[in-house]
């Protein structure tokens, strides 16, 4: 995969993550140009299309559209349950995800996926696994938190 | 405010992305940004150390406005402090601002690093990973020069983590892709096959994509994980839904490691061993089975995972292209899939259909789906569907469906989307020449499609019609009477009046018989189109008229009267000015003999790939087109003009063209002759004699340095010379691109087998610097033959390096590898500039600062032969310029290397003295290092 966007509905990206080295410019240009070749299509066509030299791979949950660019030879289903996975994830690990989850926690939104994809390909696909390595995450988190707490009301 | 459900760390961050939802207009927006940015920069600066909880909040902000599509040009500092901080999320946030916003300070990569290198060695998985992932998100060749050798230790030690592993996996991958030399295959790799034992099956997913990547470039290296992937794959396939657990998807076992285990196996041929292919052939098969069976769900989640793996099990049996009967049962799988309700299905069934049309096995059972892929074009509704269903009519067109298929496409057309008209019409225009067996069909389509979609018949399209009917004395006579006719419809388009007036202008005179189109009639209507055509059809039409005086005295008055005319021979356009004046003089004043010598038929063309096959390749890529597919168009267009040898093209290759018969024969074709030979610059020939009486008079075997640097001031010659093999260069260079048409001959009486070639660039030359694109080579090289390859090169910016040519083939068994350096040298993209004395004293000056100025001493390796250095300036692609420097025994060149993104005007002067030491002095605009990588070249 060559890079993964999420934008809404009105057009604002949300999630960008790129693997392979573009420059900030082509980045802007790359997002324009799909989030406006994206949002112009109905919503019964296929979900893949062709674009310059690679095929992207979409798709709406909600107010959100997922849109991956992947090349010749890579699989365009698989890669459409890859973004449904990543969903599940975004999913559990909210409960019951939104727009405004990804927002308010793009972060968390990033730590999410590099878990479940390294590089591009596909890292641990197990739902369990990827949100154990997130939970540990938060539960050093949580423990800092009432260390700071504590300092605080000092 | 919406209840923050996670990450209730940093409450100041919240507030802020709060903030900016509220803003009712971007410059509300921007001026609290701004507002933001003073308040985190003072912060930054403010004398109060800030603890890390403070700088992650700040860094966290950052980072979101720069997503938010900001700049941000400050913070990093503190995110690298944070990389050293011991709190996780502290550390975390650190990495990811970092991985979004590489920044390429060496002062800060060295402080990226050391904390990479940290955590790497801190023992602490979580921490490992982090540091593993940032690695694989930022992936710079900075980072491959510091970790590479590391994470492969990582990688396979025994008590690193499973976590770790699978980071690891995908971060060496990440590395392997943007410095491949910089990964050294080594024990690590047999190691890392056997990963794909692993019991735990994530290790195995991300363990697999860096076998595949490393496979394709190293396949014997990693040859024994055939049969390692074949038993994986065998064991999930027969494994029941549930024996996975988590890996198990929608009731489909693994479908994200059986999909990579079957991409893993394209790599390769199918195996030699008999019982593990046997096992293989059962996989596949019961994969197909299951596709036939009750879906285990309603989900589309199911549907879409067991069709993922079913797909790539058919690429799988389609690359072997061995099995005929998994090839047609894959090819009925597909027709089932054609008629599915689920669009994504019907889509993916005609793209694989399309590969399955070139094989032998298939072809015909993709034939009996035609009725249904035509439907397809006419009511899918999405365009992308459409398209896809184009493409496999004409993958599935032969001898015995062209009619119907071509009909098809062009009625088609009249409705098609703009988008993919172009591409139509060539595919048109492609099949309608490679199936015609009778002449008159193929003319009546290509007229057709000047008719429907004139707009989008581009020049290659009617140029080719031309040749066809120039080469084809059976259907000239038709062609002119259908030209005729299509001419009379009141409003034709602008390519129908050229292919028309080419027509008329040769054989006009096959219909001027008949009184409906006697001569001075299809003058008439020829000039009735005239006024409503831009200059260069005018200019064609110009041409067509005199023509006509010579094959119809009795229109001579009427075109002369024409020629005279004030708009013609005072035309404001020089063009039509010129033709006018002379086609009226040559007219009125040469002899009837001389008249019909001048203008004589034009001689057939000589035969060459099909230009609109060559714009077809060039529009969809390399690799869109397929080697059979393209071969066929070859041997099919060869016995369409009567026959004329492949080896022709070739040959006239190699020798000069000077026979070219007219300019529309320059067509755009990729092994267009013209600019090779006869029409280089004549230095460049001068050069390559000079070279071979100064230069070593034997090409050394092996030593490929040395035939690199004999062509830093040539363009041609041989490059490389075994007992095996011969390299031969041809290139030419304009502006900032060049073309290199590279000559291998096998100098045995043996067949190479599995020839291939690869151009790789070292270190960052490829994603900065210079794009090549590589046309194909067949794999097998008969003994005493040559094969050609032609390579395509831009120079980005300037660079130093040059791209590496591997080749490797199998001579009776033994492998051959060798790798030369291609002659790419910056100097290439030179432009000579001509100036005086003063001016370039007046550039010398202004270009005198420390940074555009660059001198050495060196000593001469040849005699200091005037005319001989003379020639190696020139070659270098400067202009030497005479009478400039007092000093006689001096030398001054000037030029301009244009690369794509700028131009760099260089002033060079080489003073040689008795000692045979050169000085040689350098003033360059803007860039230092084009200094250093002129120097390499000098």
């Known amino acids: 995969m060559q890079f993964m966007l999420l934008f809404s509905r009105q057009g604002k990206l949300r999630l960008q993550k790129w693997y392979v080295p573009l420059s900030d410019k082509e980045k802007k240009k790359i997002t324009r140009e799909l989030v406006q070749t994206v949002l112009a299509r109905k919503p019964k066509m296929c979900s893949f299309l062709e674009w310059r030299d690679l095929k992207i791979v979409y798709k709406r949950y909600a107010s959100l559209y997922f849109c991956c660019a992947i090349e010749d030879q890579d699989n365009e289903l698989i890669t459409l349950e890859i973004i449904h996975r990543y969903v599940e994830l975004l999913d559990k690990y909210f409960g019951s995800v939104c727009e405004l989850d990804i927002i308010f926690n793009f972060e968390k939104a990033y730590f999410i996926l590099d878990e479940f994809l390294l590089g591009g390909e596909a890292q641990e696909t197990s739902k369990k696994n990827v949100l154990k390595a997130i939970e540990q995450a938060d539960l050093l988190q949580e423990s800092e938190d009432e260390y700071l707490s504590v300092k605080i009301f000092k | ?938």
């Open chain 2, 1 to 938: 405010m919406p209840a923050v459900s996670k990450g209730d760390g940093m409450r100041g961050l919240a507030v802020f992305i709060s903030d900016i939802r509220n803003c009712k207009s971007k410059e509300a927006e921007i001026k609290r940004i701004n507002k933001e940015l003073a308040n985190i920069r003072s912060k930054f600066k403010g004398d109060k150390a800030l603890d890390g909880y403070s700088k992650k909040k700040y860094v966290c902000k950052l980072l979101f406005i720069f997503l938010l599509g900001h700049d941000i040009d400050f913070g990093h500092m503190e995110a690298v402090n944070l990389l050293s901080s011991n709190k996780y999320t502290e550390k975390q946030i650190g990495y990811l601002f970092i991985s979004v916003l590489v920044n390429s300070n060496s002062e800060l990569i060295r402080l990226i690093n050391n904390a990479i290198k940290n955590d790497l060695s801190s023992r602490n998985p979580t921490f490992m990973c982090l540091a593993l992932h940032c690695i694989a998100n930022v992936g710079s060749r900075e980072m491959a020069e510091a970790f590479a050798s590391e994470i492969p230790r990582i990688l396979v030690a025994g008590d690193t983590m499973d976590s770790v592993k699978q980071s690891a996996a995908l971060c060496l991958l990440r590395l392997y892709k943007t410095s491949p030399d910089l990964v050294l295959m080594g024990e690590w790799t047999s190691r890392v096959v056997h990963l794909l034992n692993d019991q735990h099956m994530g290790v195995v997913t991300a363990a697999i994509s860096l076998i595949t990547c490393l496979s394709q470039k190293n396949p014997d290296e990693f040859k024994t994980c055939v049969s390692l992937a074949v038993s994986r794959l065998s064991r999930i396939v027969s494994s029941a839904s549930t024996d996975l657990q988590d890996y198990t998807y929608y009731f489909v076992p693994a479908p994200w490691l059986s999909c990579k285990l079957l991409r893993l196996l394209q790599c390769y041929p199918p195996p030699e061993d008999g019982a593990v292919k046997g096992r293989l052939v059962e996989c596949l098969e019961t994969i197909l089975n299951k596709a036939q069976e009750p879906p285990k769900s309603k989900k589309v989640q199911h549907s879409n995972a067991k069709n993922a793996i079913l797909f790539e099990a058919i690429s799988l049996i389609i690359h072997y292209d061995s099995e005929p009967n998994l090839l047609v049962r894959a090819c009925n799988q597909l027709g089932q899939f054609l008629q599915h309700r689920e669009t994504n299905l019907r889509y993916l069934a005609l793209e694989s259909m399309c590969t399955l049309a070139s094989s032998e096995f298939s072809h015909e059972a993709v034939k009996t789906h035609i009725e249904t892929v035509i439907n397809a074009l006419k009511t899918e509704r999405d365009v992308s569907v459409r398209q896809r269903a184009a493409d496999l009519l004409y993958a599935m067109c032969d001898r015995s469906n062209a009619k119907q298929i071509v009909a098809e496409m062009l009625s088609y057309l009249e409705t098609a989307d703009y988008s993919i008209r172009e591409e139509m019409v060539l595919k048109v225009a492609i099949l309608a020449e490679k199936y015609a067996v009778d002449y008159s069909w193929y003319v009546d389509t290509i007229l057709n499609l000047i008719r429907i979609a004139g707009d989008y018949v581009s020049e290659e399209v009617w140029y080719r019609v031309i040749q066809i009917v120039i080469n084809r004395d059976d259907v000239q006579g038709y062609a002119a009477k259908t030209v005729f006719e299509a001419l009379q419809a009141p409003a034709c388009h602008e390519n129908m009046v050229k292919v028309g007036g080419y027509i008329l202008g040769e054989f006009g005179n096959l219909i001027a018989g008949d009184p409906r189109s006697s001569p001075l009639v299809q003058f008439n209507l020829l000039h009735s189109k005239f006024h409503l055509c831009s200059v260069p059809t005018r200019a064609l039409l110009l041409s067509a008229y005199i023509k006509f005086i010579n094959l119809f005295p009795e229109t001579k008055s009427t075109i002369q009267e024409v020629l005279r005319s004030d708009s013609q021979i005072r035309n404001s356009d020089v063009e039509l000015q010129q033709r006018a004046v002379e086609y009226l003089k040559l007219s009125s004043i040469a002899s009837t003999d001389v008249l019909a010598t001048v203008l004589e038929e034009m001689p057939p063309f000589p035969e060459r790939e099909s230009s609109i096959l060559a714009k077809l390749k060039k529009k969809k890529g390399p690799g869109a087109v397929s080697v059979s597919e393209l071969e066929e168009g070859k041997r099919e267009g060869g016995e369409l003009n009567g026959g004329s040898d492949r080896g022709a093209d070739t040959a006239a290759m190699a020798a000069s063209n000077a026979s070219t018969p007219s300019p529309q024969a320059d067509l755009l074709g990729l092994r267009s002759t013209a600019p090779v030979g006869s029409a280089a610059p004549s230095a460049g020939s001068l050069l390559v004699d000079v070279f071979s009486e100064a230069g070593p008079a034997t090409p050394s075997a092996a030593v490929n340095d040395d035939g690199f640097l004999r062509f830093v001031c040539k363009n041609n010659g041989v490059l490389f010379e075994n007992q095996l093999l011969q390299i031969g260069i041809k290139s030419e260079y304009r502006q900032n691109l060049g073309r290199m048409y590279l000559f291998y001959g096998n100098k045995t009486s043996v067949q190479f087998a599995s020839f291939t070639t690869t151009v790789s660039c070292p270190g960052d030359l490829q994603s900065h610097i210079l794009y090549m694109q590589e046309h194909f080579v067949e794999p097998l090289v008969e003994g005493g033959a040559q094969v050609q390859q032609v390579l395509n090169i831009e120079c980005l910016t300037d660079f130093c390096d040059a791209p590496l040519l591997n080749i490797k083939f199998r001579y009776g068994g033994a492998l051959q590898n060798l790798t030369l350096k291609l002659p790419v040298t910056i100097n290439k993209f030179f432009q000579p500039t001509e100036m005086a004395s003063h001016d370039f004293f007046q550039r010398w000056k202004q270009l005198s600062q420390p940074q555009q100025e660059a001198q050495k001493i060196f000593k001469a390796n040849h005699s200091m032969d005037t005319e001989v250095l003379k020639a190696k300036l020139l070659g270098l692609g400067t202009a030497l310029l005479d009478n400039v420097d007092p000093n006689p025994e001096n030398y001054v060149c000037a030029g301009v290397i244009q690369t794509k993104n700028q131009q760099v005007g260089c002033l060079l002067r080489l003073e040689p003295n008795a000692q045979a030491q050169v000085l040689s002095h350098t003033h360059t605009h803007t860039h230092t290092h084009t200094h250093t990588n002129l120097y390499s070249c000098l």
